[in-house]
């Protein structure tokens, strides 16, 4: 599999951890090996600026997803095709701000982000409720998981 981490944000961020919670949740979620997905740490202006871009909303956000190929979860009978997860672009700073207000360390925020990033570009959502109960309990079943601990609340913006 391919995960590329790019850091634009100025910001010194364990990257291999990411790395290897993205190879975590690939292999929880059978997706296909030679799947791929960038991930992307921006500071508050880029982010502010992708923000206005994809979703037409001024501020800087926590986490954006950019879906590819529309790959979605596999099974252990079939994987998820060969193909391009997509983009996630995080932002440190509000990561940081984010996990201060909750009470819990960057790095934990950092790979919540990443966990929900990734689960929005596998076609989760949590618009409704439902969805929302979803997403939300695959997110902290698989970051408890990866830690070996209860993984930390969500810090939604």
């Known amino acids: 599999m391919s995960i590329e981490v790019n850091n634009e944000s100025g910001v010194e961020v364990?990257?291999?951890?990411?790395v290897t919670l993205s190879?975590?949740?690939?292999?929880?979620?059978?997706?296909?090996?030679?799947?791929?997905?960038s991930i992307l740490l921006v500071d508050?202006?880029?982010?502010?600026?992708?923000?206005i871009e994809l979703m037409d909303e001024p501020g800087a956000t926590d986490v954006l997803s950019v879906p590819m190929d529309e790959l979605t979860p596999g099974t252990p009978d079939k994987p998820t095709p060969q193909?391009?997860?997509?983009d996630i672009a995080i932002c440190p700073q509000v990561a940081e701000t984010?996990?201060?207000?909750?009470?819990h360390a960057t790095q934990d925020e950092m790979l919540l982000l990443t966990t929900h990033g990734i689960l929005h570009l596998l076609g989760f959502d949590h618009?409704?409720?439902?969805?929302?109960?979803?997403?939300?309990?695959?997110?902290r079943e698989l970051l408890s998981?990866?830690?070996?601990?209860?993984?930390?609340?969500?810090t939604m913006q």
Do not use: S, T, V
């Open 83 to 86: 193909g391009m997860l997509g």
């Open 44 to 51: 508050e202006a880029a982010m502010e600026k992708l923000h």
């Open 98 to 103: 984010q996990a201060r207000n909750a009470g």
């Open 145 to 154: 998981e990866f830690l070996g601990k209860d993984a930390p609340m969500e």
């Open 14 to 18: 364990d990257e291999a951890q990411l």
């Open 23 to 37: 190879r975590f949740i690939f292999e929880r979620l059978y997706i296909h090996p030679q799947a791929e997905l």
């Open 127 to 139: 618009a409704e409720p439902e969805e929302k109960a979803e997403m939300f309990g695959l997110q």
